[in-house]
Each structure stands twice: as C-alpha cells, then as structure tokens.
C-alpha cells in the first residue's frame, strides 16, 4: 500500500503556514476577538446554573442553557427597567453634583492661590477644565453623529455577544474536547488536568469578585445612608460596581462620594460639607482595609497566590491599554499563565508534569465508612467533569 503521509519538511511548513493565518487572523480580528472573549467570560459566568439544572432536575443540556440564557436576558432587561423609576431622581441629584463642583473648582482655579510669601497660578487649568466642561454638555453635530455611528456599533457588538454567549453554553462541551484533541494522544491527559486547574483558578477569582461586588455594594450603600449623604444608593451601586476594578474602582467610588459630600453635606449632621467630605472618606478608608485585609482575603481564599504588587502594576497597566476589561481580567490571567509556565518547567526538566501534592480525593488524615468514601467519590468525579 501506498504511504500517503506527508514528509517530515511539509509537515512543518504547513505548520508554521498554519501558524501565521491564525497569527495573522488574531491581529486583524483582535476587536471581534476581544468581543468573544467578553461572552466567554458572561458564559462562564453563569454555566453553573446550567451544572445545576442537569444534575437535579435531570434536564438535558440544550434545555437548561435555554432556561438559563433566557431567565438572564429577562433579568438583564428587567431589573434596569424596574429600577430605573428608583435611581432616576438619585441620578439627577448626584449627575447635578458632580457638574456644580466641576464649576466650582474651575472658578476656583482662575484666581491665584497664594501660600504664604508663594503664588501659584493655575488659570491655564481652569480654562482648560471648563472647556471640557463646554464640550461635553454642548456637543457639536459632527461629534453628535459620531457618538451616533459609535453606538450603532456599539449595538451591533452587544448583539454579537449575546449570541455568542448562547452558542458557548450550548457548544462548550463538544468545543471543549475538539480543543484536547488537538494535542498529541499521549499528552491529551496532561491538558485535561490542566484544564480542570485552570477553571479552578478562574473560578475562585471570577465568583470572588461577584460576591465581593454585591457585599461592598451593600455596604457602601448602608454607609452613606447611615452619614445622610445624598445619592446613598447610586453612590453604594458604583462603589460595587467598580469594585470590579481592582485598586483603580474604589478610588473612584470614592471620589465621587467625597464630591457628593463636599457640594451637598449631611442631611442630618450638623457640620459644614468640608467635615462631612472628611467624615466620608475617613469612613470610606476604614470599610476598604476591612475589604482588603479581612473581607477580600475571606472571599478570594489563597488560590491565586500572587503578589500584591505584581497585581497592582499589571492593574495599572491593562487599565492604560485595555480598560475596564483589561483591569478585570488580568489577574486570573496572569494567575493562569502561572499554571501553564508551571507545566511547561516541569516538562522541560523532565520532572513529572504536575506537584506532586495533587489533591486528593478522600483525606489522608479522615477515616471515612465505605458508603461515606463512594458517595465522596461520586462527587469529586462529578465536579471534575463540570
């Protein structure tokens, strides 16, 4: 018979053809590449309601990403429209805020500011501010139709991603194993242990940060009603939500809520606004290192191991280059490049590929009764194949 199979030189060719497209591919579609990874990460977000359909109810797998997907989509629209009556005058107060000190702090910028026998001069930069102050609340119509065509795509990506974002939860499982596949049979072991350490890195981080979110919400809401500050609800909401940030959101949250403070003051404290601003930040130093010492620690757990001024650089830097997107993704990104440089030292040394303190699945230190092993058997197979 015939050898059809390719020499060794066109086999590599091919190869290093193969590699260019895709490279060549990944540059050309990075924006469309950078929208998938955004539904990816929605998918991945909320898969588990899907683990949790099939194993209790015992539905198959189309039908519970379809309960899933769309009970999302009726939240997604239907919380905003149910809170909108609720946050709009909160909106209003705080969005009139914001413009007030942003006038006020460009007056004060025009006048010189002596400090003892100095003078400063800082009116080029209060020009500067209330021509920006201009140009935001007066557009003109070049820029109005271009903030028109940017939302128009803008849409049509939403739309891509919300499609994308079904086609990953229905698809993941036969995409995933056409993904082993592609490695030599004699490693596909190797991938999918690594596999299974990769998602446990993403999610201890990604679940982490969404009850971290909802906590600090909580909590930043319940203080500033507590201190009477106008906007209590929409100013705790942001504090959650940039939350999402890491280091860079609650620097802002905080900002605005010291602005807030500093235009409006107490409805209650019988203080001037400068000692109610200084009380609001005094309170909001004191709730973060809680968040950060005790709540964060509790939450995230030590999964990702990682230095925390390694994580705030690769912070600040994909903030600058990717924004929010960039600052949210990052760390587990970085934690799992660990994982993968990991693997790869030990396979370059010729060790065994992983440490050899893997986890096991009945405790060494536990006697547990034969009925009690099974049963933990049964479920440590059954989260290793979610």
Do not use: C
Not at 179 to 208: C, F, I, S, T
């Amino acid at each position: 018979m015939k050898n059809n199979q390719w020499s060794l030189t066109s086999r590599y060719m091919a190869g290093i053809i193969v590699l260019v497209a895709v490279v060549a591919l990944l540059i050309y579609a990075r924006e469309a590449i950078k929208m998938l990874v955004i539904a990816a990460f929605v998918a991945y977000l909320i898969s588990p309601a899907v683990a949790v359909l099939m194993r209790n109810i015992k539905l198959s797998r189309m039908a519970a990403v379809n309960i899933v997907y769309f009970s999302a989509l009726i939240i997604l629209v239907g919380v905003p429209a149910t809170l909108t009556p609720i946050f709009f005058d909160e909106i209003k107060i705080v969005a009139s805020d914001l413009l007030d000190l942003s006038r006020q702090t460009s007056a004060l910028l025009t006048q010189p500011v002596q400090f003892g026998n100095m003078v400063f001069h800082f009116e080029q930069l209060g020009q500067s501010l209330g021509q920006l102050q201009e140009s935001i609340l007066t557009p003109l119509p070049e820029e109005a139709l271009a903030l028109l065509e940017t939302t128009s795509v803008s849409v049509l990506w939403v739309l891509v991603i919300i499609v994308s974002v079904h086609l990953f939860m229905s698809e993941w499982p036969s995409m995933r194993e056409w993904l082993m596949k592609l490695a030599p049979h004699a490693y596909q072991h190797d991938m999918r242990e690594l596999y299974k350490r990769l998602r446990n890195v993403w999610m201890a981080y990604l679940r982490g940060q969404i009850v971290l979110m909802l906590v600090v919400g909580i909590v930043f809401t319940i203080a500033w009603l507590i201190l009477g500050i106008p906007g209590a609800l929409v100013l705790g909401v942001l504090a959650g939500f940039f939350t999402l940030i890491p280091d860079v959101g609650p620097f802002l949250a905080a900002a605005l809520a010291v602005g807030v403070a500093l235009l409006e003051g107490s409805s209650w404290i019988p203080l001037s606004n400068f000692f109610v601003a200084v009380i609001a930040g005094l309170t909001y130093l004191v709730l973060v290192s809680l968040k950060n010492f005790f709540l964060r620690p509790m939450i995230m757990g030590r999964s990702l191991r990682m230095n925390e001024a390694l994580i705030f650089i690769a912070i600040m830097i994909a903030t600058i280059l990717e924004g929010i997107m960039g600052a949210l993704l990052v760390v587990p990104v970085l934690a799992s490049v660990v994982v993968i440089t990991e693997y790869l030292r030990r396979r370059i040394l010729g060790l065994p590929p992983f440490a050899d303190d893997e986890e096991k699945f009945v405790p060494p230190t536990k006697k547990i009764k034969p009925r009690r092993q099974l049963k933990y058997f049964i479920k440590h197979k059954r989260n290793q194949n979610l």
